[in-house]
C-alpha cells in the first residue's frame, strides 16, 4: 500500500524550531515530486511548499520563504520540512503530499499523509 | 496571488438531490500548453483532503461519476449529481499553474 507518514510535530515556541520528516512507503519516492500543505485550526487549505522529483527545485510561499525550507533525502525515502522562526500564525496541521505528473504546475495532489499538528505559542 | 472565490460556502443538500459548487479565479488558469490547471479537493472530517478532479474535469482513479468538473479560463464547477451520505466535507478549488498555488476558501456541503 502506498502510504506517507508524517512525523509527531509539538507544541515549539514562538522563535523556536521543528523539523517535520515524511516517510514515503510502498512506492519510490524520488520519481516524484512533493510538497507540503498546511490547515490553521478553523481554516482553510494553504500550499505551504514543493520540490522537484530531483531536489533541485524547491518553492515556498511568500508567507514562509526564509523560515520554512523543504529537502528531501530520496536515499532515506524522506521529505523534511525544516521550520524555523516560528510564528503563532505557523500553527496548522502539515500534510505531506505526493505530486503525481508535475512536469508543469503543481501536479496532481493524489496521495496526502494523514497530516501533523504544529502549535506554535508560549 | 491568484484569488479563487467559490460559492456558495455552505450547501445543505437532501440525499439524491444534485449540488453544484462554483470557483471563480483571479486569473485565467490557461496554460501554454493547452491544459488549464484546476483541481477540486474534498476533506471529509477526521481524513486528509482527497484530490476528486483534476485538470478541470478528469477524475482521479476511485472518484465516482457522480463527481463533474467543467469550466474554462476563470470560472469553475464541481457538480454533484446525486448527493450521497458520504460526500459530506469541505470541498476545495486549487489553481496550480500560478505560483504560489493557492485554494479557494471552501464550500462546507452538509447532508439534510
Known amino acids: 500500500e502506498e502510504q506517507l507518514v508524517e512525523s509527531a510535530g509539538g507544541l515549539v515556541q514562538p522563535g523556536g524550531s521543528l523539523r517535520l520528516s515524511c516517510v514515503a512507503s510502498?512506492?519510490?519516492?524520488?520519481?516524484?515530486?512533493m510538497a507540503w500543505v498546511r490547515q490553521a485550526p478553523g481554516k482553510g487549505l494553504e500550499w505551504v511548499s514543493a520540490?522537484?522529483?530531483?531536489?533541485?527545485?524547491?518553492f515556498h510561499a511568500d508567507s514562509v520563504r526564509g523560515r520554512l525550507t523543504i529537502s528531501r533525502d530520496s536515499s532515506r525515502k524522506t521529505l523534511f520540512l525544516q521550520m524555523d522562526s516560528l510564528r503563532a500564525e505557523d500553527t496548522a496541521v502539515y500534510f505531506c503530499?505526493?505530486?503525481?505528473?508535475?512536469?508543469?504546475?503543481?501536479?496532481?495532489?493524489?496521495?496526502w499523509g494523514q497530516g501533523t499538528l504544529v502549535t506554535v505559542s508560549s | 496571488d491568484v484569488v479563487l472565490t467559490q460559492a456558495p460556502l455552505s450547501l445543505s443538500v437532501t440525499p439524491g438531490q444534485p449540488a453544484s459548487i462554483s470557483c471563480k479565479s483571479s486569473?485565467?488558469?490557461?496554460?501554454?500548453?493547452?491544459?488549464?490547471?484546476l483541481y477540486w479537493f474534498l476533506r471529509r472530517p477526521g481524513q486528509p483532503p482527497q484530490n476528486l478532479i483534476h485538470?478541470?474535469?478528469g477524475r482521479l482513479s476511485g472518484v465516482p461519476d457522480r463527481f463533474t468538473g467543467s469550466g474554462s479560463g476563470t470560472e469553475f464547477t464541481l457538480k454533484i449529481s446525486r448527493v450521497e451520505a458520504e460526500d459530506v466535507g469541505v470541498y476545495y478549488c486549487?489553481?496550480?499553474?500560478?505560483?504560489?498555488?493557492?485554494f479557494g476558501q471552501g464550500t462546507q456541503v452538509e447532508i439534510k
Open positions: 503530499v505526493r505530486r503525481l505528473k508535475a512536469t508543469t504546475g503543481s501536479g496532481i495532489f493524489d496521495l
Open positions: 510502498g512506492f519510490t519516492l524520488s520519481n516524484y515530486a
Open positions: 520540490i522537484a522529483d530531483s531536489g533541485d527545485d524547491t
Open positions: 486569473q485565467s488558469l490557461l496554460h501554454s500548453d493547452g491544459k488549464t490547471y
Open positions: 485538470e478541470v474535469s
Open positions: 486549487m489553481q496550480g499553474i500560478h505560483l504560489p498555488w493557492t
